[in-house]
């Protein structure tokens, strides 16, 4: 394997090991693979506590460039493979995963040869780039959605893939979205449920609060839990922010 193929481009983070904090999944044991690059910036999102607008800016706008033999080192050093054996999700995230997909599903078939066993997986999207049909078929791999409203301060041609979206629907993949208001709900019920293009399940759909800390979480969270009861979706809190409050530093 060539030196080009068998590498990934990982952010400050690199791999951990912790609990997913948002979404369907919320609460599960997780192995994150976080890898540089993204093609939105979500600078809309921009608050006091969380300046770069994107909460993960900080780390993902770093780039690590590592091997598959590395990663495996480093995930072996860790232990987090034992994790994965015993039924971990390895969250694929970023930044946006998927712009290095090429890559990874060479990467997972090298930590099958490597480990014996597929791990349980489940990407981090924002749902603008078309997922290779070997995630599902060969992988049986999720995907958790995040597409970005128009409070995210990109153009919509860029965040906003009817077709790629469509995809999801199709593959019974979760939606959370960012949440301020009302008007962001009203953009979702226009855009991803009533469009007849797209038609999202509204019990596919998460909301949660914009916020970059925990007391911004405690601020924002009960109107956006009543926006949830109001329009039938589900809740999801940002439990890392809960917990650990800014998990990165700005």
Request: proline share 4%; glycine share 6%.
């Amino acid at each position: 394997m060539s030196d080009a193929i068998d590498t990934l481009f990982l952010s400050d983070d690199k791999i951990f090991y912790t609990i997913e904090g948002e979404g369907e999944f919320v609460g599960y044991p997780s192995v994150f693979m976080r890898m540089s690059m993204c093609n939105l910036t979500c600078k809309g999102f921009a608050s006091a506590d969380a300046p770069n607008g994107c909460d993960s800016f900080i780390s993902w706008s770093v780039k690590n460039r590592m091997t598959f033999n590395e990663v495996f080192e480093y995930i072996s050093q860790k232990g987090y493979n034992c994790h994965l054996r015993d039924g971990a999700i390895l969250k694929l995230t970023g930044g946006e995963p998927l712009i290095q997909q090429k890559t990874l599903l060479k990467f997972i078939d090298a930590y099958k040869q490597r480990y014996g066993y597929t791990p349980i997986i489940d990407f981090e999207t924002n749902a603008t780039i078309l997922p290779d049909e070997e995630w599902v078929t060969k992988h049986k791999a999720t995907f958790t959605t995040s597409p970005k409203l128009a409070s995210n301060g990109d153009p919509e041609e860029r965040r906003y893939k009817p077709a790629v979206l469509k995809w999801h629907v199709d593959n019974n993949s979760g939606f959370k979205f960012v949440v301020r208001n009302e008007d962001d709900v009203k953009e979702i019920m226009e855009k991803y449920i009533h469009n007849n293009d797209i038609n999202v399940p509204s019990n596919r759909v998460w909301l949660m609060p914009c916020c970059g800390s925990r007391q911004e979480h405690i601020q924002k969270a009960a109107e956006v839990a009543d926006l949830c009861k109001k329009y039938n979706f589900n809740f999801s809190p940002r439990l890392q922010l809960i917990i650990w409050d800014k998990a990165l530093k700005v």
